[in-house]
């Protein structure tokens, strides 16, 4: 006993000698540090004679070099561990640093780093004088598992402070995490009639302690299982989840599984969760679809396509609305003409049967059909497929009479007479087994050109056929013939009678154009296209020729088969000519046309007109003579009506018996547009004017608007009759002749006719009034006949 303790002292003395040199590191000498405190304590008679404590020891062994050898200066910190959630009490002594310098000086001591100045602040603190470390509370290594703290020394007058060296403090982790499953429940599925050790789902669970202990090391186990045990078994490593050797899934039974499982540490001896686990069985086509019955009976009505016959109902077990349960069929016998459908319902189990064609109650009265019904999806297990038979009954109606031809089509010349017989269109009756009378009715003659016998079915013509009448189509005049029996519900058919009409010679050409423009110098000529409603062998090649009295002036010339040109002979003056034209075709069918050349002051084929509602295009010189004419005009009128105006300004005027139902006295101006008083129809007419017509005997119709719209504005009514006299070429001062009445005698105003004596033209121009349009052409009249004189 005492050799071995000597021999441990010596090597304790070894140790101190190589530690001097720096051969040993401090690591040894920390995990050392009891078993030669106890060997010292043994030998302490022998060697030294105070007693020492085991934190001392290493302070004494290495404060007391041997003089042979030069001590270098250094830290006594070995490595150090603290135990998470120790229960105190606190702060406790972790462990106690010395320098090797604190022999010779008084050394103060301090922390820094995590745990000690940086959060977790406080957690170690250092005694200044006696460098005792100590931990004020407790620790969690799942928060952290090890803290590295520097530790400074510094002599107590400052003059001398040791190289800093780290501390570091590992936390020694204890079982205080239960194992946590990663979900809580966990799903899963399998199939039905699966294999045994077929895998279903894997359960996890995780530990947050040491996982390098066994504090973390995990083993699973089922606790229990509805609602059958046995079924299902788990892997206690891996916590695979399988069906068990001897498990039969049905889910029409059970169509869930309920799991818990346990999870515990310590190799399964520790700390425990339980986490739940749900299993669904999934369907498998283990079940046949069945019909409800065997047999069907059902009824149809003939001519009926698209008509539901019979609806089958279907039974199935397996889960609704998935490919093991939804149903398909089939006609298996009894449909070899087609005669019937069969389809899935929207529920995806009962059958509709339809008629695919219209039946006929006359050909077959009845049929059978054998219907089989299957899933979408091929069965799991050998089945018989399920079957059902439909007869069905075919009942008579009342079916419409048939044309012999859905269409007919007859060809006559269009001028054929009234009242002939041009066909006869008949229907029969499909209804062998009734005795039913057929009646006949035109729908859809428009133009009223037929009819049809009621009892026969007759047609004949009404009235005149035109082949070119709006109603005629492609040459072709279509009606509609009804034919309804007499049965009590009256059935109707349908044919369609069709005319082609053929072309007989009763159009005449005419001209496409009835108002072209020609320039007055150097005119080009004027094409006119002509047309004819009749077919191109009563058309074509078109003779065009002028009246007479035109001739002189213009000529026309043939430019193609349905035009001509038309040319003047002379200069024109610049406004409006009529000319009249007679239009013959290739049958010599003719017919006179009006057409109107408005001669425009341009040159060549320009043919622009000016209008002559804008007065801006005019020159200026002739604006300005227009306009004081028109003053003029408007001031000797004034005049006049002033002479005669009842009021106190003006003698009265003494009525003549000779004058007196000529002589109107005004007291009345008129009201503006805005008067409530205005009489309109002081614009739209006046007393009635004698005339002698002297135009064509052929007149346009022209129409004149007598009251304004409601709201109108009067510019627009007033201007919409001045554009329609603008278009009136037959009315005076042109083509009439005026008469008027005797106005009495001793007017102090004179005759109107002074007026032109009155005005002096100054040399103008005149002649260009013609060039304004129809407005100022009775002043061009007035004047450029005076000026050429």
Known sequence: MEGDAHGCFICVICLVMLTTHGEIVPEYLAANQQENFMAYQRNSSNIWQNSITPDDFLIKVFSKPFNSIRRKRDWLI????????????????????????????????????????????????????????????????????????????????????????????????????????????????????????????????????????????????????????????????????????????DRETDAVYNLA????????????????????????????????????????????????????????????LTVNALSKFTIIQGNDRGFFNISTDHNGMDGIITTLKALDFEQANSFSLLIMVENEAPFALPFRTSTATVTITVLDVNEPPVFDLPEKQIIIYEDQSVGSMISKY????????????????????????????????????????????????????????????????????????????????????????????????????VRLTITDADEPENGPPFT????????????ISSDSNSSVLLSSLRPLAVGEHSLWLRLSDSKLLFQDSSLIVNVCDCKGDDGTCSSPRYAASISTPLIFVFVAVFCLLVLIVLLLFLKRRCGRKFQQFTKNEEDRDNIICYNEEGGGEQDQDFDIMLLCGGPEVFYRDIAPTVLPTVVYRQLPEEDEDMENFIYENLCTADDEHYVAPFDSVLVFAHEGEGSKAGSLSSIQSSISDGGLEFQDLHSWGPPFRRLADLYAERQDE
């Open 78 to 249: 070995p490595h150090v561990s603290i135990v998470e959630n120790d229960k105190g009490p606190f702060p406790k002594q972790v462990v106690k640093m010395k320098s090797t310098a604190a022999d010779s000086m008084t050394m103060i001591y301090e922390i820094t780093g995590t745990g000690a100045n940086e959060p977790p602040i406080n957690l170690f603190k250092v005694g200044k004088s006696s460098g005792i470390l100590w931990v004020t509370k407790a620790v969690d290594r799942e928060e952290t598992e090890e803290y590295t703290l520097t530790v400074h020394a510094t002599s107590n007058n400052r003059d001398y402070t040791e190289k800093p060296v780290q501390l570091v403090i590992k936390v020694l982790d204890q079982n205080d995490n239960k194992p946590r499953c990663t979900q809580n429940p966990y799903t899963g599925e399998v199939l039905e009639r699966a294999k045994p050790n077929t895998p279903v789902m894997q359960v996890t669970a995780e530990d947050l302690d040491d996982p390098t202990s066994s504090n973390s090391i995990v083993r699973y186990k089922l606790l229990k299982q509805e609602p059958n045990s046995g079924v299902f078994h788990i892997d206690q490593t891996t916590g695979v989840i399988s069906l068990a050797l001897m498990g039969i899934l």
């Open 261 to 320: 499982v346990e999870a515990a540490d310590m190799d399964g001896h520790g700390l425990s969760s339980t986490c739940m686990v749900a299993i669904k069985i999934t369907d498998s086509n283990d079940h046949r679809p069945l019909f409800s019955q065997e047999y069907y009976a059902e009824t149809v009505k003939e001519n009926k396509a698209g008509e539901v016959v019979a609806r089958l109902t279907v039974t199935d077990k397996d889960e609704p």
């Open 426 to 525: 008949t229907a029969t009756d499909p209804d062998t087994d009734r005795a039913q009378k057929i009646r006949y009715k035109l729908r859809g003659d428009i133009a009223n050109w037929l009819e049809i016998t009621e009892d026969t079915g007759h047609i004949t013509i009404s009235s005149s056929l035109d082949r070119e009448a709006k109603f005629i189509r492609d040459g072709q005049y279509k009606v509609l013939v009804l034919a309804f029996d007499d049965d009590d519900e009256p059935a109707t058919g349908t044919g369609t009678f069709m005319i082609k009409l053929l072309d007989v010679n009763d159009n005449p050409p005419v001209l496409e154009q009835h108002k072209v423009q020609m320039c007055s110098t150097e005119p080009k000529p």
């Open 544 to 555: 065009t020729e002028l009246h007479e009295e035109f001739k002189s002036n213009w000529t």
